[in-house]
């Protein structure tokens, strides 16, 4: 009997996930031992942190987004039909045109999602960089702004841990650059008593808010915002008054994870090595999904999906697991508009933040373009 593989989601994870497994498995997908199965929900696959270079120009929209069908391996079965339900049990998926699928190996990686709705007015007084529409409202508003109060305001939780730095930091060269950076004050706000959930890397931006002027606000968990007033409002009691609200809205799991009843948030409760569903054996789950205290990032999602590919086809294989996830991290940190840092870090190493330096900004502009070739196994 062929191992049935079933991805539900299409983007970062499920897309590594699924040529990997092309690759591992290449023998029983040729003998028919082996199907892979996706379901997405879109044809459209988009490189997520390029979003951080649109409100400033930096980047064509056109770069963001490759077909889905051409990053996948032409050996996986590619379904646009979004699932509607999963029973982690059974391993099925009913999706929104009503068929079923049905896996020996589930793989759950769903994503997240915004949510600027969950605080009220937010959608109407804030602007954020985290999907398309945002950061092009946000690219017009900024092209207007002849200085006044900017808020950078940080909601958990959030994909990407960095990347609230980074705008502030790219925003600070930005008003630099026009010669408004004088006119302009940047209040960065954040729900802990520190800049970053991270310790050592809150630790290493202290300096670097000092040397730039940059304000901050912590233990700022955000209640309200007025755009008629134009302030944003703390379970705490601090307002501050703005001129452009930049957010990085709290996210939640997507709602078919809600639906099916797999999680508080639409976070779905995982082993932390074995990125198994708690209480499943052949469900995985990957990615920005997973409950996991760890970041969500594109290069967490790599990980977890490089572990999980090779267990699936040891599984498969050979009837044994492979490895485990040791919780590791890699995330580029742009400093500016012209240089940047990293950080890596896993389950027992902290992350420890070096000098920023223009070499390293060009890699991780570099990786924009070389992220196809990541997603599609070739790196
Ligand atoms: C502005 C920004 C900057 C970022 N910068 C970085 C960075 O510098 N470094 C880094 O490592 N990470 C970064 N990230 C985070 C990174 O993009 C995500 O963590 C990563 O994409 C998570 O991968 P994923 O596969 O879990 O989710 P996604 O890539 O979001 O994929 C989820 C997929 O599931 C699909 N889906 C949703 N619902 C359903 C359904 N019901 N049925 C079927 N399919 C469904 C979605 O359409 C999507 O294709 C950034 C993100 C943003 C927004």
Not at 150 to 178: Q, S, W
Not at 187 to 198: A, E, F, M
Not at 238 to 253: A, F, M, N
Request: proline share 6%.
């Amino acid at each position: 009997m062929a191992k049935r593989i079933l991805i539900v989601g299409g983007g970062l994870a499920g897309t590594i996930v699924a040529n990997g497994l092309c690759r591992q498995l290449a023998g029983e997908l040729a003998s028919g031992g082996a199907t892979i199965t996706m379901l997405g929900a879109t044809d459209k696959h988009m490189y997520q942190p390029g979003l951080l270079y649109v409100p400033f120009g930096r980047i064509r929209e056109a770069e963001l987004f490759r077909d889905q069908r051409k990053v996948l391996d032409r050996r996986v079965a590619f379904h646009v039909d979004p699932a509607k339900h999963i029973d982690a049990e059974t391993k099925t998926v009913t999706t929104e045109s009503g068929k079923t699928f049905s896996g020996d190996y589930l793989v759950i990686a769903t994503g997240s999602r915004i949510r600027p709705d969950n605080i009220p007015g937010m959608e109407e007084g804030g602007h954020w960089f985290y999907d398309l529409d945002g950061a092009r409202k946000m690219r017009d508003a900024l092209a207007t702004f002849e200085g006044g109060k900017i808020v950078v305001n940080v909601n958990v939780p959030h994909k990407c841990p960095v990347a609230p730095l980074e705008i502030t930091f790219m925003l600070r060269d930005y008003l630099k650059g026009r010669g408004i950076l004088d006119k302009s004050e940047i209040t960065y706000t954040y729900p802990v008593g520190r800049l970053h959930t991270l310790e050592p890397v809150a630790a290493w931006a202290v300096p670097e808010f000092e040397s730039s002027g940059i304000k901050s606000e912590t233990f700022f968990n955000t209640k309200e915002v007025d755009p008629k007033k134009k302030t944003v409002t703390s379970e705490e009691g601090t307002t501050l008054k703005y001129d452009l609200l930049v957010t990085i809205p709290p996210h939640s799991g997507q709602q078919v994870i809600l639906d099916s009843e797999l999680g508080a948030g639409g976070w779905v409760p995982t082993e932390r090595e074995t990125l198994l569903r708690e209480g499943s054996k052949e469900v995985f789950v990957v990615g920005d999904t997973t409950n996991l205290p760890i970041s969500k990032a594109g290069s967490t999602a790599h990980f977890e999906a490089d572990t999980i590919v090779d267990n699936i086809a040891s599984l498969v294989k050979e009837e044994r697991w492979a490895r485990f996830y040791d919780g590791k991290v890699f995330c580029f940190v742009e400093t500016g508009l012209h240089s940047g840092t990293y950080v890596w870090f896993n389950y027992t190493t902290p992350p420890n933040p070096g000098p920023p330096s223009q070499m390293i900004h060009w890699f991780k502009l570099a990786y924009n373009r070389l992220y196809w070739l990541s997603a599609r196994g070739l790196l």
